[in-house]
């Protein structure tokens, strides 16, 4: 659910707020070939039955 908190956040911070809300990670850091890397991960929803 996104409160009107996380709506007030930086776009870094925001993302770092959501991925730990969700369980997941958040990490930036500098490219080996110059520029920049972001890593946002958070779990999927697990189902008992695959889609197929």
């Known amino acids: 659910m996104v ?3 996380l ?3 930086s776009g870094s911070a ?3 707020t959501r991925a730990e809300l969700s369980g ?3 990490s ?3 490219g080996e ?3 920049t890397v ?4 958070a779990p999927l929803p697990w189902s ?3 889609s197929t």
């Open 3 to 5: 409160t009107d908190d």
């Open 7 to 9: 709506t007030q956040l």
């Open 14 to 16: 925001n993302l770092a």
């Open 24 to 26: 997941g990670s958040f």
């Open 28 to 30: 930036v850091a500098k």
């Open 33 to 35: 070939e110059g520029g």
């Open 38 to 41: 972001v890593r946002w991960s």
């Open 48 to 50: 008992a039955s695959p």
